[in-house]
């Protein structure tokens, strides 16, 4: 299956790959998986006192549609605040990516760690 | 459904545990039996039958012989049907995963085929502990959620067992 242009660019030069330290107080993590394919993505947030996401990271086990979405959804992350960040949805990750109906589960993975994200960090601050 | 349970095709008993010899046995007989190419003189509508039967038996010898698809199977025809594309959040075992090919990586990269056996042993291991779980919990309806979650976690091993067998050919090669 050909890949689009832009899955390409994102899995040859992932943005934000990496970690950050998920016992910090001001970081959130979501770590999601798609048992079918064996997708296994980590996505942390460091929020600033301002409720915005200054810093964003993720880890992708997967196919490259699973690493192109979750690299996205970190760079779209980067400077949006918490319910900005929960309004990012699979589609328009999906559409931006030009993913074939086969792999849209990987931008709903990528949603999905995006909201665990945001859980684990209001979680940590007593918000919810 | 219409067609046989996959488990009556291969004269066994709906269960986890079965003979895997047995159903490799059985399913080389039916294979012969149902080769389309018997059917090569027979008139259109029997050989569309062969096919259909052909592809019906591959179909339900792939779903009985790989232990997860098998631990699906059963769920589904106990009513409790698990879809196939799916978030799991389990965050113990994910992490566990990440460390996992994390370390797989790390195989790779040194070309280590001794720690590639180790690693293989490892989560040969882990995968006969899913399995036996699996087994004692799936019929329990309270259960239903853990042998869910069991066969979601025997999925991930699954996937993981087929990238080190690749990763073994590379390194072969």
Not at chain 1, 92 to 113: G, Q
């Amino acid at each position: 299956m050909a890949y689009s242009e832009k899955v390409i660019d994102h899995y040859e030069n992932p943005r934000n790959v990496g970690k950050l330290n998920a016992e910090d107080p001001d970081v959130g993590t979501g770590m999601v998986g798609a048992p079918a394919c064996g997708d296994v993505m980590r996505l942390q947030i460091k929020v600033n006192e301002q409720g915005v996401i200054e810093d964003a990271k993720f880890k992708t086990y997967g196919c490259g549609s699973a690493i192109a979405s979750s690299s996205l959804a970190t760079e779209w992350m980067k400077g949006k605040t918490l319910d900005e960040a929960e309004l990012i949805k699979n589609t328009t990750i999906a559409e931006e990516l030009a993913l074939p109906p086969v792999k849209i589960h990987c931008s709903v993975l990528a949603e999905d760690a995006i909201k665990a994200a945001v859980r684990d960090y209001k979680h940590k601050k007593g918000l919810i | 459904m219409g067609t046989p349970c996959h488990f009556a095709l291969f004269d066994l008993q709906p269960g986890f545990r079965i003979d895997l010899e047995q159903l490799a046995v059985r399913y080389r007989e039916l294979a012969r039996a149902t080769h389309p190419d018997r059917f090569a003189d027979a008139p259109a509508s029997e050989q569309r039958i062969a096919l259909e039967r052909a592809a019906g038996l591959n179909e339900a010898y792939r779903t009985l012989k790989n232990a997860p698809q098998r631990a699906r199977y059963l769920l589904a025809i106990r009513g409790h049907e698990l879809p196939l594309e799916v978030t799991v959040q389990d965050p113990q075992f994910l992490l566990q995963q990440m460390q996992w090919r994390e370390e797989l990586e790390e195989l790779q990269d040194e070309a280590d085929l001794a720690g590639v056996a180790v690693f293989k042993r490892r989560l040969k291991a882990a995968q006969e502990a899913l399995e036996e779980s699996f087994a004692a919990s799936w019929e329990d309806p309270a259960q239903r959620e853990e042998s869910e979650r069991l066969v979601r976690r025997m999925q991930f091993l699954d996937k993981l067992s087929q990238e080190v067998r690749q990763l073994e050919e590379r390194l072969d090669d």
